[in-house]
C-alpha cells in the first residue's frame, strides 16, 4: 500500500499548531482551548456523589424523572448517568469517576455505583454568553444582549440548564476518556437538568452512555491473517465513533467564541473517516440564519479514511497508532492502549501484513 505522507503531515502540523491547555483558565474554555487538557487532579474522588441508592434503569434518561413534576421530583439531579466498560454498553462500570470541569473551573467528582449509576445535585457554572441553536445547527440565538460597544447587558439566565457549560472526563484506573466537547447541561427551564446519556452518543439499544476502560474489543485475535471486516472494523467502531465518522462533525456551537470569527468550534474528526477504508463523501445540508429546519443547500463533506493513516512499511508510525497509544501524538479522544494491548496488536499485525480491505 502506498504511504500517504502529506495526509500525515498535515495532521501533524494541525496537532503541532494547537497549544496543549494544561490546566483550566477561563480565557480559553472553549472546545478548541481544551482539547488536550488533562483530566483534573488533586480534588476527593466523588466528593460530589448524589445521596441514595440509584441501582435502577441504568442506561436510561434520568432526568425524565428526577425533574420539577417528574416522577422523582424529590430527588432532582443537575447531572447524571451511566457508565459503562465498553462503547457497545455490554457491561456497566462501577467505581469509575465521572469528572466535570465548569466554566468558573469548579470541578465536580462522581463515582458510579454498581448499576453504573451516577448523579448529583452540585451545581454547575452558567456561562452568561450561551447561544441557543437549533438542535446543534442554525439559527443562532444568543440569550444575552449586549450593548453596542459588545458590552454586557444581560446575561444568559443562569437558572437556564442549557447555559451550564462544562468539560467531562471519565477515569478507572489508568484509562482516562475524555470529551471534546463544552456541553451544555442540556434541557429546559420547564424540562431541565438532562442526563448525561442524553448528549455522549448511542450505546446499543438505550439513550446513550459514557464510557471507560481497557477491555478488548473481541475476545480473541489470530496471531496472523487479520482481516478488516472481521477484526478490524470492530476495534475502529468500538473506539472511533462517534468522532471519526462520515459526515459534519463540528462541537456544539453554544457559546458566543463558537459563532464569531474565529470560531472556537472544532471538527473534532480532524477531517478523518475511521468507519470507511477509501473515505468519504456526503451531502451535508446548509440551514437558514433565521428560519429554523429550513435547508437552503447543501455543502460535500470530503474525509479521508483508514487507508490515510496507515504506513505497512513501519506499523508503529502509522498515525492510527500513535495518535490512539500511549506516549503517542496528541489526540483530543485521549490514548486507548499500550503496545501490549490485544487490540493494538490487531492492528500493527494487520498494518505489517499491507492493511488490506479484505
Known amino acids: 500500500m502506498r504511504k500517504k505522507p502529506m495526509v500525515l503531515l498535515a495532521v501533524i502540523l494541525g496537532a ?12 480559553d474554555f472553549h472546545a478548541l482551548g481544551r482539547m488536550y487538557q488533562p483530566a483534573p487532579d ?40 451511566t457508565l459503562y466498560a465498553d462503547r457497545p454498553g455490554k457491561s456497566v462500570l462501577a467505581n469509575g469517576e465521572i469528572i466535570l470541569q465548569d466554566r468558573e473551573g469548579q470541578v465536580v467528582s462522581l463515582t458510579s455505583n454498581q448499576a453504573g ?24 440565538i444568543p440569550l444575552y444582549t449586549l450593548d453596542s460597544n459588545g458590552n454586557l447587558v ?26 471534546m466537547t463544552i456541553a451544555g447541561a442540556g434541557g429546559s427551564l420547564t424540562t431541565p437538568r438532562m442526563s448525561c446519556n442524553m448528549h455522549h452518543g448511542g450505546v446499543a439499544h438505550r439513550a446513550g452512555a459514557l464510557w471507560v476502560g481497557r477491555v478488548p474489543t473481541l475476545e480473541f485475535y489470530p ?23 462520515p459526515g459534519k462533525t463540528v462541537t456544539p ?10 470560531s472556537t468550534a472544532v471538527d473534532y474528526s480532524g477531517g478523518l473517516d475511521l468507519m470507511t477504508y477509501e473515505g468519504s463523501e456526503v451531502q451535508s445540508p446548509l440551514y437558514h440564519p433565521t428560519i ?34 500511549e506516549g503517542g501524538m496528541p489526540h483530543g479522544g485521549g490514548t486507548f492502549w499500550n503496545q501490549g494491548h490485544p487490540d493494538y496488536r490487531a492492528l500493527s499485525e494487520w498494518i505489517r501484513e499491507g492493511a488490506r480491505n479484505n
Open 154 to 179: 444581560t446575561a444568559a439566565p443562569a437558572d437556564d440548564p442549557s447555559t451550564w457549560h462544562y468539560k467531562t472526563w471519565v477515569r478507572k484506573g489508568n484509562a482516562v476518556r475524555p470529551m
Open 16 to 27: 503541532a499548531a494547537l497549544a496543549l491547555a494544561q490546566v483550566y483558565d477561563l480565557t
Open 292 to 325: 429554523p429546519y429550513k435547508v437552503i443547500a447543501y455543502e460535500t463533506i470530503r474525509k479521508k479514511g483508514v487507508a490515510d493513516v496507515v504506513d505497512p512499511g513501519s506499523p508503529p508510525k502509522s498515525l492510527l497508532l500513535v495518535k490512539t497509544v
Open 42 to 81: 488533586g480534588h476527593g474522588v466523588g466528593k460530589d456523589n448524589g445521596p441514595g441508592r440509584g441501582t435502577h434503569h441504568p442506561g436510561e434518561d434520568c432526568g425524565r424523572c428526577h425533574r420539577p413534576g417528574g416522577r422523582a421530583e424529590g430527588y432532582i439531579w443537575t447531572m447524571a448517568g
Open 223 to 245: 496471531t496472523q491473517h487479520l482481516g478488516y471486516r472481521k477484526h478490524i472494523y470492530p476495534i475502529l467502531r468500538s473506539n472511533c465513533a462517534p468522532c471519526h465518522i
Open 253 to 262: 456551537r453554544n457559546s458566543r467564541t463558537d459563532i464569531e470569527t474565529p
Open 117 to 140: 449509576n451516577f448523579w448529583t445535585t452540585s451545581p454547575l457554572a452558567s456561562d452568561p454568553y450561551t447561544v441557543a441553536t437549533t438542535h446543534g445547527h442554525e439559527p443562532f
